[in-house]
């Protein structure tokens, strides 16, 4: 059974910082992209970051590019998502999520292009 734990969140001040963890366990040996995705209250959820698991290459939304860095640490099963010059409409409840496959060429950045989900942590940002 695979499980994905995210932890980090909590309220912090416009131009702060925060590191998000997504730790993962079960069958990781079947994940291929790891993902970080948010969702503020009425609105849909929408991709912030993604690494591939094993080279580690990264993708950002354009809101995100230069503030926000994902990494993993593959000994560990976790990935992180560090969040610098943050801003309030950063606020949402962030989640990790985890694609079986990769396809070269594809972006995963669409939900539905990731099968597993952690419960999400929640992040405010007050100016």
């Known amino acids: 059974q695979v499980q994905l734990v995210e932890s980090g969140g909590g309220l912090v001040q416009a131009g702060g910082s925060l590191r998000l963890s997504c730790a993962a366990s079960g069958r990781t040996a079947n994940f291929a992209v790891m993902g970080w995705f948010r969702q503020a209250p009425g609105k849909e959820r929408e991709f912030v970051a993604r690494i591939r698991w094993s080279s580690g290459s990264t993708y950002f939304a354009d809101s995100v590019k230069g503030r926000f860095a994902i990494s993993r640490d593959n000994a560990a099963n976790t990935v992180y998502l560090q969040m610098n010059s943050l801003k309030p409409e950063d606020t949402a409840v962030y989640f990790c999520?985890?694609?079986?496959?990769?396809?070269?060429?594809?972006?995963?950045?669409?939900?539905?292009?990731?099968?597993?989900w952690g419960q999400g942590t929640q992040v405010t940002v007050s100016s």
């Open positions: 999520a985890a694609a079986a496959t990769y396809v070269f060429g594809r972006s995963y950045n669409s939900v539905n292009q990731y099968v597993y």
